[in-house]
């Protein structure tokens, strides 16, 4: 069956760095465009970043534009989304999300909480 495992979210520091990850299985990969979402407590699920299915191509939130990083690694079916500068403001569960037409599948998420 199709699976997205998130990883690598956690606490850290105003400013700190994280880098989440998204291993997928079940699906030809690279045949999905990939998006990183996020959900804060008592807010909407947002699109935070978008890659191309070859990875030639990525669109950001302005909330994060110039902080994070997606890219993907399609020989090892893995997303990344590399966050740096982390504020309070970024603090939600990530979640990724593979689509393909009206074909889309969604991870169970990881918590990213930035505090000092």
């Known amino acids: 069956q199709v699976q997205l495992v998130e990883s690598g979210g956690g606490l850290v520091q105003p400013g700190g760095s994280l880098r989440l990850s998204c291993a997928a299985s079940?699906?030809?990969?690279?045949?999905?465009?990939m998006n990183w979402h996020r959900q804060a407590p008592g807010k909407k699920r947002e699109l935070v970043a978008a890659?191309?299915?070859?990875?030639?191509?990525?669109i950001y939130a302005d909330s994060v534009k110039g902080r994070f990083t997606v890219s993907r690694d399609n020989a090892d079916n893995t997303l990344y989304l590399q966050m740096n500068n982390l504020k309070p403001d970024d603090t939600a569960v990530y979640f990724c999300?593979?689509?393909?037409?009206?074909?889309?599948?969604w991870g169970q998420g990881t918590q990213v909480t930035v505090s000092s």
């Open positions: 999300h593979a689509v393909d037409g009206q074909d889309n599948y």
């Open positions: 079940g699906i030809t990969f690279s045949r999905y465009a």
């Open positions: 890659i191309t299915r070859a990875g030639d191509s990525s």
